[in-house]
């Protein structure tokens, strides 16, 4: 029986969410795309910016994360958003739930802007959690886990380059999370 079919019918199971959002998002790296792309132009602004400067690039930059992967997005025939899935819709409210923490983002960039690059780097990735229930796959546990580790060694191993070093193990995290998505075996429709 088809997805088609079974939607007619109304008895989705998780496991026909799953491979509908599989096969809807195209293997879903075009946000991961999109971040490395903007934290690599954060880290090679970081190197020639003072650090406060560097602080709101870094804010500013990372809010344009979400438009430049629909414009990838687009281009790899991605569905990042799909209203008829409840995965994605999960996938979505996600994101919500990760753009809450600006209300700590911006007052620690008003009282200690030092601690803003970990904050972003870590909050901004904690949706990976939930993409790896979605998926069905450690792809996005490994990504969180990874990227959580690597940003507090980078912030407390280079305190006077804490941006562009955070940067480079987003980056890094990122990268592996890429090859992993796009290599991993998925289940057939």
């Known amino acids: 029986m088809s997805i088609a079919q079974i939607k007619e019918r109304n008895i989705l199971t998780l496991d026909d969410y799953r491979r509908e959002f599989e096969q809807s998002s195209n293997r879903s790296v075009s946000m991961p795309i999109a971040g490395t792309i903007i934290w690599a132009v954060v880290a090679v602004l970081s190197t020639q910016l003072n650090e406060g400067t560097a602080v709101y690039i870094l804010l ?6 979400f438009p430049t992967a629909l414009m990838i997005a687009k281009i790899r025939n ?13 996938m979505g409210l996600c994101i919500l739930m990760v753009n809450l923490l600006w209300v700590v983002h911006i007052p620690l960039l008003l009282n200690a802007p030092e601690f803003v690059p970990l904050s972003l780097g870590v909050g ?3 949706h990976w959690v939930v993409y790896s229930w979605i998926v069905n796959h450690p792809v996005g546990l490994i990504h969180a886990i ?10 407390y191993l280079f305190p006077n380059d804490g941006i562009l070093a955070i940067s480079c193990a987003i980056i890094f995290a990122y ?4 090859y992993q998505m796009l290599t991993r075996e998925l289940k057939p429709a």
């Open 124 to 126: 901004l990735g904690l």
């Open 60 to 65: 500013f930059a990372t809010g344009a994360i």
């Open 146 to 155: 990874l990227r959580s580790v690597l940003i507090v060694a980078a912030w």
């Open 175 to 178: 990268l592996i999370s890429i």
């Open 78 to 90: 991605e569905n990042l958003v799909s209203p008829s899935n409840p995965l994605a819709k999960l």
